[in-house]
């Protein structure tokens, strides 16, 4: 008999249900959109934050002072620590790996440089860097670490022959040297006459904005064999995904008692995984960029956290709307309640009636609302953060589906309660009488 | 204002006065619903209405995003820094560096750069210093943490530049990860008293997008023309980029949570309406055409959506300003500007609330409904 109250309910009271379905349903698709959204933002915030540039810097520990003024390098060009290139590959192997998104590697060169075989000799510095290097698995390098660099032609590749290398040039140099995309040009290694000279080609051009305008760029394995130096570098830049630093971050791990030195190690702070990396490289010097770290987690923070709250307020207006929906879903139906007690019914009956009907469609509502919340917030961070690639893919969370369900459960009985219990207290009698 | 065919008593105002009062728990719920969709409304939108300058404001921890040199030739005229923050207004921040490399007492060239400790604090709010210097004290010095160790005596730097020595009380360390950890930093006046060098560099904070900045990079470059104004690439970009996904992202939230509101509000009212169907029969049976009886229902709903509109510009108006200071730590104030727009969503739904109903109520004979049929 429940059942059949139940589903004869559901069959005949289509316009009524209609309501308060569409009143969850447009609540639960808003609050999962809200949610789905704000649970990723922070992966799509960092991404779009990566323009910034590398947040973690490594160095040799024993380096000397960079002298460097408005981009001139005036450090001494011998001396100076290097970095191995082969102990890169162990920055995968730390706890926080995976999260290690972009490996740039360079090695300053100082070198000669002329337009034509026999000209004057400018002196010029070159960058070996990694353009589109496989870092086992993860293509990565310097333009992937700088994406603000514009260029025009191709990044240089690696060349067999040494006598005729690949580079890039910056913008202002190649001005000043008249330099195209496809020319050749004279360098040698030093300013004095004797020295081996070789040509090299001109692949592209490149535009930074910074001092890397009057630099050539070579291909870290022509760097190294220009200086002589093999598998050296000097410095290396890393992006990785790190989480906001906070006043637990900034303490020195070192300082701190076994399990809460493991909960700090295991935390993706850019201090924790700069540690790391002194760990797994010897002799390295990792530190956070504070200008890109400090402020990106700043910002992070302040948009997710917009993110949350917006969710919040869309979570409240939607639980203010269902259950305002429900009451009068019950206010309606007076007259049956007057009908079941006259003919009857129990109270408790009656309530769990009229429960298990809002209970059916908050299930029923939710989980399509869910759906639907699911797909417009992929088709929204699709549209938004378009470009930046995978990030069309359909943002499911399983975890929001018993959630969201739960709280249109939660909001549907609250807002039935107040009336179903009015309606009871109510006499039949005076009910059946006033809706005759 | 009597009513042709009631009685003279019942003016149209005394039967809505009537209707709301009598129906007390009905009138409530539905205010309550008119008040949260004005609520919401008023609340999304002031914080819309705030969000790009919020967000730059937030971008400004960021540091510089101009650089403004001077040519290799001739330092920066004395009053560049004032011709600067002029042009740029009182909202920018700048200041203004000096360079010269001299060598440590380990013998160790090192970068020593003269600057305004206070400007630069505020510029440049990702140092991490332990201890600022008092802005009284001459010789003070910040010692960037790689260039600690080239010195020997933290407490009395002693530095020498060409032949020229001074000897500088070091407060504290500076840890930016950076350029800025191989240097030393001290006041510019001491520093140009000890080098005769002037300040060659000026970076600039410029808020706003990237149209604000090349407007304000135009203009420093015709009233300076000697000087290379030089944006900071990414950060110019990436701020402008972040700003407008925020903004869409918001933009979709406030439609989204606005038509939920909406369609959830219009459902419970126009159930409301729907439910007085015995109102409405009697009303026709005592004469009243249908055109009076749906400005009457119209009436009705317009007076619950104002009431609603007064109560929700409040309470949405405080929720805003309690997001915004709980969020960015500046308040947002109420935005009158917002009214005319939540008071049209609010009439526009009343209306429909009130008006959805009128085809089902119109093919209804008074007679079958008053029987209960």
């Known amino acids: 008999m429940f059942f059949r109250l139940l589903m004869e309910s559901f069959r005949r009271q289509r316009r009524r249900k209609m309501l308060a379905g569409i009143a969850i349903l447009l609540g639960t698709t808003a609050v999962t959109a809200m949610l789905a959204l704000a649970t990723t933002i922070g992966d799509r915030i960092h991404k779009e934050l990566a323009v910034y540039g590398a947040n973690i810097v490594i160095y040799p520990k024993a380096d000397l002072l960079d002298v460097k003024v408005g981009g001139v390098d005036v450090k001494p060009a011998s001396g100076g620590a290097y970095l191995k290139e082969s102990d890169l590959a162990k920055l995968k192997t730390i706890f926080w790996g995976n999260n290690i998104t972009g490996v740039s590697p360079e090695l300053p060169v100082q070198m000669s440089v002329a337009r034509h075989a026999g000209d004057p000799l400018v002196a010029a510095s070159a960058v070996g860097y990694w353009f589109d290097h496989d870092f086992s698995g993860l293509k990565t390098g310097a333009p992937a670490l700088h994406p603000w660099w514009r260029l025009q032609g191709s990044w240089p590749t690696a060349q067999n022959d040494p006598g005729h290398r690949n580079v890039v040039v910056g913008a202002n140099l190649a001005k000043k040297l008249s330099l195209n995309v496809g020319d050749n040009f004279t360098v040698q290694q030093t300013q004095t006459a004797g020295s081996a000279q070789s040509s090299a080609v001109v692949t592209g051009i490149v535009t930074t904005g910074n001092e890397t305008d009057n630099e050539i760029l070579m291909t870290l394995r022509d760097a190294q064999t220009f200086t002589g130096a093999n598998d050296a570098v000097r410095r290396v830049e890393v992006s990785a995904r790190t989480k906001p630093e906070d006043a637990f971050a900034r303490v020195d791990p070192d300082s701190l008692p076994p399990k809460q030195r493991e909960i700090w190690y295991c935390r993706p702070y850019a201090n924790s995984i700069a540690y790391q990396i002194r760990e797994a490289i010897p002799g390295a010097q990792a530190e956070q960029v504070r200008r890109v770290e400090q402020s990106e987690g700043n910002v992070l923070k302040r948009i997710s956290g917009l993110m949350w709250l917006i969710s919040a307020a869309a979570l409240l207006a939607a639980g203010f709307a269902v259950s305002a929906a429900m009451a009068t879903a019950i206010l309606e139906r007076r007259g049956e309640i007057g009908l079941m007690r006259s003919l009857g019914a129990s109270k408790g009956a009656i309530a769990l009636l009229f429960y298990a009907e809002a209970g059916l469609l908050a299930v029923l509502a939710g989980t399509m609302g869910y759906l639907l919340g699911s797909g417009l917030a992929a088709w929204l961070g699709a549209r938004i953060f378009a470009g930046d690639g995978g990030t069309a893919e359909a943002i499911l969370i399983p975890v929001l589906l018993p959630v969201v369900v739960a709280l249109a459960l939660i909001v549907a009985i609250a807002g039935s309660t107040p009336s179903i219990r009015t309606a009871l207290r109510m006499d039949p009698s005076a009910i059946l009488r006033a809706d005759a | ?373």
Do not use: C
């Not at chain 2, 919401?40 to 919020?54: F, H, I, S």
């Not at chain 2, 949405?316 to 309690?322: I, R, V, Y």
């Open chain 2, 1 to 373: 204002m009597t009513k042709p065919g009631l009685s003279g008593k019942l003016s149209l105002f005394g039967m809505l006065r009537r209707s709301l009062i009598h129906r007390r728990a009905r009138s409530i719920s539905a205010l309550i619903a008119m008040t949260v969709s004005a609520g919401v409304a008023t609340a999304l939108l002031t914080l819309y209405a705030d969000l790009d300058a919020k967000l730059h404001k937030e971008f400004r921890s960021f540091g510089a995003n101009i650089v403004i040199t001077a040519p290799a030739s001739a330092p920066l005229r004395p009053d560049a820094l004032a011709r600067v923050q002029d042009i740029a207004g009182k909202d920018a921040l700048a200041a203004q560096f000096a360079y010269a490399v001299a060598t440590t007492d380990t013998g160790t060239p090192v970068v020593v750069a003269g600057t305004d400790f206070a400007a630069v604090k505020r510029l440049d709010s990702w140092w991490q210093v332990d201890s600022w210097p008092e802005p009284s004290t001459a010789d003070a010095a910040l010692l960037g943490q790689r260039a600690a160790q080239f010195v020997g005596n933290e407490k009395a730097v002693a530095l020498n530049f060409a032949g020229h020595l001074i000897t500088l009380h070091g407060v504290g360390r500076i840890k930016t990860g950076g350029e800025e950890d191989s240097r030393i930093y001290m006041p510019l006046a001491a520093f140009t008293a000890w080098t005769g060098v002037g300040p060659s560099v000026i970076e600039l904070q410029m808020p706003g997008g990237a149209a604000t900045v090349e407007a304000t990079m135009a203009r420093l470059r015709q009233t300076l023309p000697e000087m290379q104004v030089q944006p900071v690439r990414q950060l110019v970009e990436g701020e402008s980029k972040i700003v407008d996904r925020t903004h869409a992202l918001m933009y979709g939230a406030v439609l989204l949570i606005a038509l939920t509101v909406a369609v959830s509000v219009l459902a419970t009212l126009s159930a409301s309406v729907l439910e007085r169907r015995r109102d409405f029969a009697l009303m026709k049976a005592l004469g009243g055409s249908q055109m009076q009886l749906m400005g009457m229902f119209l009436l009705e709903a317009l007076t619950l959506a104002l009431a609603g509109v007064a109560a929700g510009f409040v309470v949405g108006s405080a929720a805003a300003w309690a997001i915004s200071e709980g969020n960015f730590h500046t308040a947002a104030l109420p935005h009158l500007s917002v009214l005319p727009l939540v008071f049209l969503l609010n009439v526009t739904i009343a209306a429909m609330a009130a008006l959805f109903p009128a085809r089902v109520l119109r093919g209804l004979q008074p007679a079958a409904l008053l029987k209960g049929e």
